[in-house]
């Protein structure tokens, strides 16, 4: 994967991400990517910040109680886990990615 597209991997998951912890269908999904090319990573970062804001926003929109008793199934994998842990799942997602691009192009 070259480093924009992992740059592109992680900023486009938090569309996907944003439809499954709002119990949304992920059957027909399709990325608002799709058909965009690379140019930068500015541009990445310009054309994914509205999708991060959405994100950000039902996050904060979550109680407590919702965090602790709201059952996530990733489609994926079929894996259940408890919102608050599944929001930590979208946190260890963007790590893991930091580390592989911090590893394969050698950043301090």
């Not at 486009?12 to 608002?32: L, V």
């Not at 926003?57 to 842990?85: C, V």
Request: glycine residues 6%.
């Amino acid at each position: 994967m070259s480093a924009i597209a992992m740059v592109r991997h992680v900023l486009e998951a938090d569309y996907g991400w944003n439809i499954i912890i709002n119990n949304g269908s992920m059957a027909k999904y399709q990325t608002p990517w799709q058909t965009r090319p690379y140019l930068s990573v500015a541009d990445e970062l310009e054309f994914a910040e509205p999708h991060r804001n959405a994100i950000l926003e039902s996050i904060r929109q979550f109680s407590d109680r919702e965090l602790n008793e709201t059952e996530i199934i990733h489609p994926g994998n079929g894996a259940k886990k408890n919102l608050g842990k599944y929001l930590l799942r979208i946190g260890y997602h963007e790590a893991v990615h930091a580390g592989q691009f911090r590893t394969k192009w050698k950043m301090p």
